[in-house]
């Protein structure tokens, strides 16, 4: 089996696993698949869940897609050729209490091919962070603890070199704020002389296989907790934010637009519910500022908040 087979069956199978685990913890609702083609090559399954009692909103997506970049995205990837397979998983869930966090994750496969068909390159990427709206050290300490246990069996330098890398990533710079308290992110791994395309696909469905224990505890743990209106107010507010990164900043939106993605399904991102308040500022003191403090990287293994 090839490298991108091998990766096309993995995410289809996270797939089901993921959404039968949301499921089994959830309020009873079941995610609604929407299976699609894209024109210009390929297709994928779009699997929603909306208005469950744990769930505000969820998507988990996988796609399989193939076919000619465009100018504008050869020229970002800094690559000639223009014939391309990429594969992927890509997951965001919104919960409805403001005590359980916002989680996303994605984990994906790219290969580039001569005017032959001949593979010419290659990478993988992915990652998972956490974005909450109330500070919770043992969610956040659980969360990240977990990834780099994953992380560990391939080598200790790979958790704080791709948790910086997330840290890095996910900020909003026109905000000068980190979008929530990170995970790990990595991108364009690709085989070197010590390190095959077989060691990253290993790593790859690692990280993937971590985010089920790391994210599933913390719903467990907090779905029931009690919560006022004020502080959905806030869930709201912060989830502004989260719609102010994936329209501006993320690359995996860019790239979906700009290769004539299915916007249904790249925007499936996005809360059902947000809110933007003008020159918002949360009580010195209060549960809410406690957050903004929380945003700010650190050390969530040694040293949590």
């Not at 469950?52 to 465009?70: A, I, M, R, Y």
């Not at 050869?74 to 965001?92: M, N, P, T, W, Y």
């Not at 890095?168 to 690709?190: P, S």
């Amino acid at each position: 089996m090839s490298i991108r087979e091998s990766f096309t069956e993995y995410i289809h199978q996270l797939q089901d696993d993921i959404c039968a685990q949301l499921e089994s913890v959830g309020g009873g609702a079941r995610f609604r698949e929407d299976a699609w083609d894209r024109p210009g090559g390929g297709g994928g399954k779009t699997r929603i869940m909306r208005g469950d009692s744990v769930f505000e909103k969820g998507g988990v997506n996988t796609s399989v897609v193939h076919g000619k970049l465009p100018p504008v995205m050869q020229e970002r990837l800094g690559v000639k050729h223009e014939d391309f397979f990429a594969c992927g998983i890509s997951l965001v869930i919104h919960p409805a209490n403001p005590h359980v966090p916002t989680v996303h994750a994605n984990f994906r496969f790219f290969e580039l091919y001569d005017d032959k068909g001949n593979p010419v390159d290659r990478w993988f990427g992915g990652g998972s962070d956490l974005t909450p709206y109330y500070y919770q050290k043992e969610d956040v300490v659980h969360f990240h603890r977990t990834l780099k246990q994953a992380a560990d069996a391939f080598g200790p330098e790979y958790y704080p070199m791709y948790k910086r890398e997330c840290d890095k990533y996910f900020f909003n710079t026109h905000r000068n704020e980190n979008r929530g308290v990170g995970g790990v992110f990595f991108d364009y791994l690709k085989a070197d002389e010590s390190r095959d395309d077989h060691f990253w696909l290993d790593f790859t469905k690692a990280m993937g296989n971590a985010f089920l224990p790391a994210y599933i505890p913390i719903v467990e743990r907090r779905k029931e907790d009690e919560f006022t209106e004020d502080q959905r107010e806030w869930q709201q507010i912060r989830r502004g934010r989260y719609v102010e990164f994936n329209l501006i900043h993320d690359r995996g939106t860019l790239f979906g637009l700009k290769t004539n993605g299915r916007i249904e399904s790249i925007l499936m991102s996005l809360p059902a519910l947000a809110r933007w308040e003008y020159d918002h500022h949360p009580e010195l003191g209060s549960e809410e500022a406690l957050l903004l403090e929380a945003l700010k990287p650190r050390d969530w293994i040694n040293n949590p908040l």
